[in-house]
């Protein structure tokens, strides 16, 4: 069996973005190497991972499993680049790190995991706490970071901040619904639907702030804390929703299929990222722990020389699986 690293990261940029456009933007390729890249890829695992429609593609069940393990080789490859540049003796310490619900259930687990294994001598502390809780203890010295949505930050006198990641927050329904039919879908729109509200982490209060400014108003039907069951009312036709990607999974836990659609009116990405407060020094395993998630969500390893698109690609096509 011989994939490329190429195939894998055209796919996964796909998958992620719902478009072969938007990926070779991102990718600064043309749609016609994405395209060939995932053809080929599906070629060898015998298996469709990607729907084409007219809005753009949806990932299949089978594409579900392998985008799970394509991340995992891509963040795999990047810590062994990472690895065998770092060059400093091994750290020690214990950081204090508080996190939101959205990020210790969606963003933190596989990036903790990796920097235990780069630093085992650090101990990471974690405490879950609501975004102004967080921030408090920020500001009090009981915590050292926090890995939470930034998007959401209050306190930018006393904390300083960094987006490590931005999720576009998408249309959420069932196949069966009339939007999915739809060329462009605006709020307007969605605001004739029934719609479920989250409410975890201020994502009511964030979706009211769009709204307002639409000068709409959802019809909200129910609110619930549960993303899965937000998942399970939207796969189930009981109603529709705006979430982030980062959340986002193709199939409910009744198995029941979950489409998205981009829409066209302003709506805010949610952003993931680090804070602490300004006027602390960080000591070196704090240090060590921002460094690492700043290169682990970008996919490179640090002080690594630029690379050009070409040399980068024919590195990718080398490698093989």
Not at 64 to 87: K, N, P
Not at 226 to 243: D, F, N, P, Q
Request: glycine letters at 6%; a neutral charge.
């Amino acid at each position: 069996m011989s994939v490329s690293l190429k195939q894998i990261r055209y796919f996964v940029a796909a998958a992620e973005t719902g478009r072969i456009s938007q990926a070779a933007i991102d990718l600064n390729v043309s749609q016609s190497a994405v395209t060939a890249a995932i053809q080929q890829l599906e070629a060898t695992v015998c298996a469709r991972l990607l729907e084409r429609t007219p809005n753009g593609v949806t990932v299949t069940m089978e594409g579900s499993r392998f985008l799970s393990q394509g991340r995992h080789i891509l963040a795999a490859v990047a810590e062994a680049v990472r690895d065998t540049q770092m060059s400093a003796g091994p750290l020690f310490g214990t950081i204090r790190v508080g996190v939101t619900y959205t990020v210790s259930g969606y963003f933190l687990p596989r990036h903790q995991m990796r920097f235990k294994a780069s630093f085992p001598g650090i101990t990471i502390e974690l405490f879950e706490a609501p975004r102004d809780v967080l921030e408090r203890a920020l500001v009090d010295g009981a915590l050292d970071l926090a890995v939470m949505l930034v998007s959401n930050l209050r306190d930018n006198a006393m904390l300083t901040s960094e987006t490590l990641l931005r999720s576009p927050r998408r249309l959420w329904l069932a196949p069966e619904h009339p939007l999915t039919r739809a060329e462009r879908v605006h709020l307007a729109d969605v605001a004739t639907y029934p719609y479920v509200m989250l409410t975890v982490d201020e994502a009511k209060h964030t979706s009211m702030r769009y709204w307002n400014n639409a000068s709409l108003e959802p019809k909200t039907v129910f609110r619930t804390s549960s993303v899965e069951a937000v998942r399970s009312m939207v796969a189930g036709g009981m109603g529709i929703a705006i979430l982030s990607d980062l959340i986002y999974r193709p199939w409910s836990l009744e198995g029941q299929r979950i489409e998205t659609r981009v829409i066209e009116d302003e709506v805010p990405s949610m952003d993931i990222g680090l804070a602490w407060r300004r006027d602390t020094k960080p000591s070196g395993a704090a240090m060590a722990f921002r460094d690492f998630m700043r290169f682990a969500v970008a996919g490179v390893g640090p002080a690594r020389p630029p690379v050009s698109m070409d040399h980068r690609h024919q590195a990718e096509e080398a490698i093989e699986i």
